[in-house]
């Protein structure tokens, strides 16, 4: 079983930083791929897939409209994943979502199944604004 938090959502103007924290609970963290998804407020069956990483970070995808501006890293060390948001644009604004998968993952393909992930986080808002 694995418990996930999100932390560091916030206001913050065009342009501007965020940094994303998501703290897991249980052992064996390494073993878990870890993805980030968004979901626009009033939009809850659209989710958009915004990046994930192996759990020996070997490997790390991104979803299109973020590729160049955010950055996900993790720390196995401090049981932790990191999604650094960069040249935030409104479009930016949703809420984040960690999530985990006991196996991990090979291909983008299989990075971006959400259906796939076994735990997830509740969430933390972003709001970009204009």
């Known amino acids: 079983q694995v418990h996930l938090v999100e932390s560091g959502g916030n206001l913050v103007q065009t342009g501007g930083s965020l940094r994303l924290s998501c703290a897991a609970s249980g052992r064996t963290f390494s073993g878990y791929g870890m993805a980030w998804f968004r979901q626009t407020p009033g939009m809850e069956r659209d989710w958009e897939f915004v990046g994930a990483i192996r759990g020996d970070g070997s490997s790390i995808y991104y979803g299109d409209s973020v590729r160049g501006r955010f950055t996900i890293s993790r720390d196995n060390g401090k049981n932790t994943m990191y999604l650094q948001l960069n040249s935030l644009e409104p479009g930016d604004s949703a809420v984040y979502y960690c999530?985990?998968?006991?196996?991990?993952?090979?291909?983008?393909?299989?990075?971006?199944?959400?259906?796939?992930?076994?735990?997830w986080g509740l969430g933390t808002e972003v709001t970009v604004s204009s």
């Open positions: 999530a985990a998968r006991s196996s991990d993952f090979h291909t983008i393909t299989e990075a971006r199944l959400q259906r796939r992930y076994d735990y």
